[in-house]
């Protein structure tokens, strides 16, 4: 067993940041899950202020921006920082994107209206996780929504080296054999580690593609 404490979130940051760098981009589709989620959970929240971590190449925050939601964006690979700066600019969409090397947050408490993370807040730790989560819980105004897609040991390409307790080493079939990945065994555990929040619901999306199961637990929570 590896002694993950011993990894802070730069540290972590890091490890996941060179494998991203050298992942090719694939110009991904709208998660269709992340857009159900959005309908269903706060479909009125137009002109709100919207920040989503870890937004990738960039296709959700674009949805997002399109539905009227003033977006900010974290994200810790500069390729896809500046993919989706060239996308969004095509597009003629506006928002606040900030390249990090750790999981603070560069924003004033009380901020945003609504934090999405959605397969980004599980390439952690424990300690770095609970560290982002704090951040989080501070940069949201109360009664603020807070979605995340976090992984189940029931994903095995992702959760496929046990390092500590609930924490992996990705399968090197996914080119992020580099990275560290939490991953929750139950439902009570998400309970237990976002115990700050109130109103938890938790939901999950599973498909079977052939290749691998893929399992996400869906959580929805407030400050």
Known sequence: MVNTIKLDSKK????????WEKIKIHNMHLDVNLVKCQKYL???AKRKKLLY?????????SYLISQGFECYGTEISKKRL??????LSERKQK?????????KLLFKDNFFDIIIAWQS????????LKESLYEIYRVLKPGGIFLSSMLSVKQKLLCNKKIAPNTYKPSSKTGQQNCVVYCFEKENQIKKIYKKFKNIKIGH???FLFKSHNFHYVVYCQK
Do not use: M, Q, R
């Open 205 to 207: 999306y599973s498909s």
């Open 53 to 61: 971590i870890g937004f990738g190449e960039g296709e959700n925050l």
């Open 95 to 103: 928002a606040t994107l900030k390249l990090v090397d750790s999981n």
């Open 12 to 19: 972590v940051v890091s490890l996941n940041k060179s494998s």
């Open 82 to 87: 500046e993919f989706t700066k060239k996308k």
């Open 121 to 128: 807040l599980y390439y952690n730790t424990e300690k770095t």
């Open 42 to 44: 706060f479909p009125g």
